[in-house]
Nanobody
């Protein structure tokens, strides 16, 4: 099992920045990718950023240039740097690790953290 704990959320004014962290523990191996998602009440969880085991990063077009995902494998920590935050960025942010389990090609299993609240005041 992989255990994930997010931190770094809080209240910030529009235009401000926050850096979220996601500390991983447990059986951290064969991780194929890591990602950040966010969710507001009554809506589906939306993809924010992802990073592959190769180091390649991906973002939705709408967030490119403002959000940056990175990982420190030595510390087993995933980060999300968020700049120029706007009220519409307010949400609970979740990290996700995708792990390959089983023999041979195995299968992919997603592990989620509990989330951290980000609130951007106008």
């Amino acid at each position: 099992q992989v255990y994930l704990e997010e931190s770094g959320g809080g209240l910030v004014r529009a235009g401000g920045s926050l850096r979220l962290s996601c500390a991983a523990s447990g059986r951290i191996f064969d991780i194929t990718s890591m990602a950040w998602y966010r969710q507001v009440p009554c809506l589906q969880r939306g993809w924010v950023a992802s990073i592959e085991s190769s180091g390649n990063t991906n973002y939705p077009e709408s967030l490119k240039g403002r959000f940056t995902i990175s990982a420190d494998n030595a510390k087993n920590t995933l980060y999300l740097q968020m700049n120029n935050l706007q009220p519409e960025d307010s949400a609970v942010y979740y990290c996700k690790y995708t792990q390959r389990q089983g023999k041979g090609c195995g299968h992919l299993v997603d592990h989620w953290g509990q989330g951290t609240q980000v609130t951007v005041a106008s």
